[in-house]
């Protein structure tokens, strides 16, 4: 004799939800995109042969950080700045900060790729 079940049960499939057009902007993609629009409106910066020139930056932090760069990789310790009106002293001033640990950054790195966080030596966003 045959076991019959007279009540099934039917398991429902299991159902995805549907996706949003803005489901495939995931983390790593959106990153991409930025870095692509970015190279697309400044390609001479990011490859280092230009930079923002941007109020003070153009006229003190640049020439400045642009000193002690030369002054770094000459083997020279920047005591006095000729390049500024007829010389002043460079290392004993506070705002060149030339012994401030952070200033290896733009000391290693090209001068045009600092200028684009638009920070001084310091770190402060300029206004």
């Not at 941007?54 to 932090?61: M, V």
């Amino acid at each position: 004799m045959h076991a019959t079940y007279p009540l099934q049960i039917r398991v429902p499939e299991t159902v995805t939800p549907t996706s949003s057009p803005a489901d495939w902007l995931t983390p790593r993609r959106f990153g991409a995109l930025l870095a692509l629009f970015l190279f697309a409106a400044w390609p001479q910066v990011l490859l280092g042969l230009q930079t923002f020139v941007y109020r003070d930056f153009g006229l003190y932090a640049y020439p400045t950080a642009y000193h002690l760069r030369e002054s770094f990789w000459h083997g020279e310790i920047p005591l006095w700045n000729p390049l500024s009106s007829c010389g002043v002293p460079f290392l004993a001033q506070w705002n060149t900060q030339v012994l401030y640990p952070p200033v290896l950054f733009y000391i290693l790195l090209p001068l045009s790729w600092r200028a684009l966080s638009k920070t001084n030596p310091r770190g402060k966003m300029e206004p």
